[in-house]
């Protein structure tokens, strides 16, 4: 939205009954880096869940090599829901040397994310979505999150590093079809 493009964001609620949405604060400010919004993906109506991860590469050279995990949030019935990204195929050594080479991984790159989705207590009905990297939009993908609550997306083919905004954030999301379910 026009707001986030300012550096500004904000929470909003989605009822898909009405046609507008209402602006809620943040329950903190880890919030903040979520937005939701009314969309459509590929023809269908859809939410829109973004997550800004302020200082991506230093963000991610501080986990070395483990998720960085989104604030929790909720859609319709669907609660508790969390983004996760990790490098793909990476592991981190306590040597110093593997240390620097991951720095050198998030800094520099090329760098190639796992996005997870993750939906704890979801009823049992596949969920439909896309996955988003800045303006990469990656899908369909559908899972039953009631079997596995969570689905991981590698192989996007997508160097984050060049997704950057110039603030060194960057912007990953899913887009979730609406359906009488949700």
């Known amino acids: ?11 909003v609620v989605i009822d898909r009954h009405i046609d507008k949405t209402t602006q ?12 939701t919004c009314a969309s459509s993906v590929a023809g269908k109506p859809s939410v829109k869940v973004q997550w800004s991860i302020n200082h991506f590469s230093v963000s991610m050279n501080k986990k070395l090599g483990r998720d960085l995990v989104s604030p929790d949030f909720d859609l319709g019935n669907l609660t508790g829901l969390k ?10 050594s306590k040597r110093d040397s593997s240390r620097l080479a991951f720095k050198k991984l998030v ?8 996005l997870t989705l ?6 049992k ?11 990469h939009t990656i899908g369909p993908f559908t ?11 590698s192989g996007l083919g997508v160097n984050w590093l060049q997704e950057k905004n110039k603030d060194g954030s960057l912007l990953v999301g899913v887009d979730i079809v609406l359906h009488d379910g949700l």
Do not use: W
């Open 1 to 11: 939205s026009d707001s986030d493009a300012e550096g500004q964001t904000e929470a």
């Open 24 to 35: 809620v604060q943040p329950l903190s400010p880890m919030c903040e880096s979520i937005t």
């Open 83 to 92: 983004l996760q990204v990790a490098p793909e195929n990476t592991r981190v």
């Open 107 to 114: 800094t520099e790159g090329p760098f190639y994310g796992c």
């Open 118 to 123: 993750k939906i704890p207590n979801a009823p």
């Open 125 to 135: 009905s596949p969920v439909e979505y896309h996955v988003s990297i800045n303006n």
């Open 143 to 153: 899972n039953d999150f009631s079997d596995h609550c969570s689905a991981v997306h």
